[in-house]
Nanobody
Framework: VQLQASGGGLVQPGGSLRLSCATS????????MGWYRQAPGEQRELLAI???????VYIDSVKDRFTISRDNAKKTVYLQMNSLKPEDTAVYYC?????????WGQGTLVTVSS
């Protein structure tokens, strides 16, 4: 299983970023995928999940600001992040949720600062 997140960077408060996570070694079309983040000194937290049928769920702190989506042909999951806040600063990771997996890929750093 390989998971490669990309698209992070430095953005001003209120700005937007689109993260991508390219996958290999999994049957992507039937997998539920999730985005996580880990802020400095904090535990990793699950932000959003997209199931194989495209249904989504979000934690309250990112609901209405972040959108998870998927492209089965590209075996890629995305996270569109709008109205970014300084507290969104973290390393962002994707992970297969179902079937369960312990594999983590390299994350991508998002820094929200003026």
């Amino acid at each position: 299983v390989q998971l490669q997140a990309s698209g992070g960077g430095l953005v001003q408060p209120g700005g937007s970023l689109r993260l991508s996570c390219a996958t290999s070694g999994i049957i992507f079309s039937s997998a539920s995928m999730g985005w996580y983040r880990q802020a400095p000194g904090e535990q990793r937290e699950l932000l959003a999940i997209i199931s194989a049928d495209g249904s989504t769920v979000y934690i309250d702190s990112v609901k209405d600001r972040f959108t998870i989506s998927r492209d089965n042909a590209k075996k890629t999951v995305y996270l569109q992040m709008n109205s970014l806040k300084p507290e969104d600063t973290a390393v962002y990771y994707c992970k297969r949720i179902l079937p369960p997996s312990t594999a983590w890929g390299q994350g991508t750093l998002v820094t929200v600062s003026s």
